[in-house]
């Protein structure tokens, strides 16, 4: 074990344990670090918009964003690491790696629970969320379930459609996936 942290801990540079100020989106945090306040992104996650142009979808956005904040509530304190090289997303805000004080690791936490889904580009964990969102889609966890959404899902965006298969909601057939993002 101490190894495998170790391992991590090289591939990754902390840059601080503290209180986010305020969560602005499931894959968003606003902090402060060294006295300056910072949106960032968090690392290989991708979650639905709550202002999603398919209601269904828009509906899980705000179902995530809501469960979050119970989880994740104002005054919990997280770690931020950055990965080395650092990135930035497309709107220009540092991609983090966030932990919650006692280790448990947030994007692990929201795929797992089936909230969200892995976004593999350029992410140093995504064997381990690979192994959360499969977990996620065996046991048809949130967007993976059986449930009114699988119209919605099915009519989406291509970033959002399933792949070749019986689609979701039936534990087969991943979302094709867009490059972008954390």
Known sequence: ??????????????????????????????????????????A??????????????????????????????LGTKICVAEQTPPRVDGDGHRIVYVQHNDGRDYANAVISEGFGL?????????????AAEDYSIKYQRVLWGRSGAEPAFAAANDTMAPAAGPGLGRGTGRPRRSSGGG
């Open 1 to 42: 074990m101490r190894t495998r942290t170790h391992r991590i801990s090289a591939l990754l540079f902390l840059l601080a344990c503290l209180t986010p100020l305020h969560a602005l989106a499931d894959e968003w945090i606003e902090i402060a670090l060294g006295g300056k306040r910072e949106i960032v992104h968090i």
């Open 44 to 73: 290989c996650l991708d979650t639905p918009e709550s202002n999603h142009k398919f209601t269904t979808l828009g509906w899980f956005g705000r179902a995530t964003t809501s469960a979050l904040e119970i989880e994740y509530k």
């Open 118 to 130: 892995l976004r593999p580009a350029n992410c140093r964990r995504g064997e381990h969320y690979r």
